[in-house]
């Protein structure tokens, strides 16, 4: 499943290939996506160039001119490929490419998602802080406003286990599964702690290791994202770098303890029981 790495490295792909473009066509598949496509989108979005692509959490912003947005969310398995005439799509199943954008200079920008838990959405603008899935999204892990002292409060008297914590959308928007393990295993936290007990200089290092993680996996564009390869060529390659997840039985590069899994809040959790307290 993407996680904000990378939906980050798609939104600096797209950045480059299709800020600037105009939408002259759109093609919308018969499957519909987890919430269908409404009749007016292709007809209200044909003629309007992408102005920017931004992100909160894990959507995709694309910003037309005039008075709308694009609100898209890669859901389980999607992907947004931009595909020029010669792309190879035997990557991807036909029937899954769910939404075409056609770019004025002959690109199309496809919408492929095989579990179809996927949205693409038309926002006016205006509406876009009190839509429904962006309002209740805690601060970016990537800005200001998320630091030691923010997340010191988030945790305050909870009893929920820090990975709990630090992966609620409401305290942090963008801290997955991959990455919660990943930064408490930098931060010598076992994932099963009580937020509220955690002591001031564990809470610092979370909150340092937060930003620090999901920028290196930013820069390696991410860890499983399969699709990237289809848009300029590469994987991403945070896989490479993982310490912790997926390791379960094999020995911490540190101290070369059998690294344990745990479940916490039903996803599997992965530590080194002596690295981390
Ligand atoms: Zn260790």
């Given at each position: 499943?993407?996680?904000?790495?990378?939906?980050?490295?798609?939104?600096?792909?797209?950045?480059?290939?299709?800020v600037?473009?105009?939408?002259?066509?759109?093609?919308i598949?018969r499957?519909?996506?987890?919430?269908?496509?409404?009749?007016?989108?292709?007809?209200?979005?044909?003629g309007?160039?992408?102005?920017?692509?931004?992100?909160r959490?894990?959507?995709?912003?694309?910003?037309?001119d005039?008075?709308?947005?694009?609100?898209?969310h890669l859901g389980?398995?999607?992907?947004?490929t931009?595909?020029d005439?010669?792309?190879?799509?035997?990557?991807f199943?036909?029937?899954?490419?769910?939404?075409?954008?056609r770019?004025?200079?002959?690109?199309?920008?496809?919408?492929?998602d095989?579990?179809?838990?996927?949205?693409?959405?038309?926002?006016?603008r205006?509406?876009?802080?009190?839509?429904?899935e962006l309002?209740g999204?805690?601060?970016e892990?990537l800005?200001?406003?998320?630091?030691?002292?923010?997340l010191?409060?988030?945790?305050?008297?909870?009893?929920?286990?820090?990975?709990?914590?630090?992966?609620?959308?409401?305290?942090?928007?963008?801290v997955?599964?991959?990455?919660?393990?990943?930064?408490?295993?930098?931060?010598?936290v076992?994932?099963?702690?009580?937020?509220g007990?955690?002591?001031?200089?564990?809470?610092?290092?979370?909150?340092?290791?937060?930003?620090?993680i999901l920028?290196d996996?930013?820069?390696?564009?991410?860890?499983?994202?399969?699709?990237?390869?289809?848009?300029?060529?590469?994987?991403?390659?945070?896989?490479?770098?993982?310490?912790?997840?997926?390791?379960?039985?094999?020995?911490?590069?540190?101290?070369?303890?059998?690294?344990?899994?745990?479940?916490?809040?039903?996803?599997?959790?992965?530590?080194?029981?002596?690295?981390?307290?």
């Amino acid at each position: 499943m993407p996680e904000l790495p990378e939906v980050e490295s798609l939104r600096q792909i797209l950045e480059r290939s299709v800020v600037g473009r105009t939408i002259v066509g759109t093609r919308i598949g018969r499957l519909p996506l987890r919430r269908k496509v409404t009749t007016n989108f292709g007809p209200r979005i044909r003629g309007r160039r992408i102005d920017k692509i931004g992100r909160r959490a894990k959507y995709l912003i694309l910003d037309l001119d005039g008075e709308d947005v694009i609100l898209v969310h890669l859901g389980m398995s999607g992907s947004l490929t931009c595909r020029d005439r010669d792309f190879d799509s035997s990557e991807f199943d036909r029937r899954h490419d769910h939404i075409e954008f056609r770019l004025d200079d002959g690109t199309r920008l496809v919408f492929n998602d095989p579990r179809r838990f996927g949205i693409v959405r038309l926002v006016v603008r205006i509406a876009l802080p009190d839509l429904h899935e962006l309002k209740g999204l805690g601060p970016e892990p990537l800005s200001e406003a998320f630091n030691a002292d923010y997340l010191a409060a988030q945790a305050r008297g909870r009893k929920v286990a820090v990975k709990n914590l630090i992966m609620d959308q409401r305290v942090v928007a963008g801290v997955g599964n991959i990455y919660a393990s990943e930064v408490l295993y930098r931060a010598g936290v076992r994932p099963t702690r009580r937020a509220g007990r955690l002591k001031r200089e564990e809470i610092v290092r979370i909150a340092k290791f937060i930003p620090i993680i999901l920028r290196d996996a930013i820069d390696r564009r991410g860890t499983t994202f399969r699709n990237y390869r289809d848009s300029e060529g590469r994987p991403g390659a945070f896989a490479d770098r993982l310490q912790v997840y997926g390791r379960a039985g094999e020995k911490c590069y540190r101290c070369s303890t059998s690294i344990r899994n745990v479940l916490v809040g039903q996803r599997a959790s992965f530590y080194c029981p002596t690295c981390q307290k």
